[in-house]
């Protein structure tokens, strides 16, 4: 399942993982987000093994929002060894969405 992230949380996650990270930006008014909401579940659990999936408010974490210049919701981005690696932007179909990060594991 899909953790919320926090500002004060953040670096700590990244360095202290031992596999990719998914960070899923979103907020509770867009649409879109809704709608890529369960898809993001399920990625997480069927690519637990593979990844860490969690979620950042951009309503609640602002911070985190400015510093990876979100300016569209939902951004999906994919952090190797603590750093961005591949960032997804819109509502994507769950087989592009699995079929693009499984390219940039």
């Known amino acids: 399942m899909a953790q919320p992230i926090t500002t004060a949380e953040f670096d700590s996650v990244l360095s202290g993982s031992d596999k990719p990270v998914l960070i899923d930006f979103w907020?509770?008014?867009?649409?879109p987000c809704r709608a890529l909401g369960?898809?993001?579940e399920q990625i997480s659990n069927e690519m637990a093994d593979q990844l860490t999936v969690y979620k950042c408010n951009v309503d609640e974490?602002?911070?985190?929002?400015?510093?990876?210049?979100?300016?569209?919701i939902p951004t999906l981005i994919?952090?190797?060894?603590?750093?961005p690696a591949h960032t997804m932007v819109g509502n994507t179909p769950?087989?592009?969405?699995?079929?693009?990060?499984k390219a940039n594991l």
């Open 27 to 31: 907020a509770s008014w867009c649409g």
């Open 61 to 72: 974490e602002p911070d985190l929002a400015t510093k990876f210049r979100i300016v569209s």
């Open 38 to 40: 369960p898809v993001v």
């Open 94 to 101: 769950k087989p592009e969405l699995v079929a693009e990060l």
């Open 78 to 83: 994919l952090f190797k060894d603590g750093k």
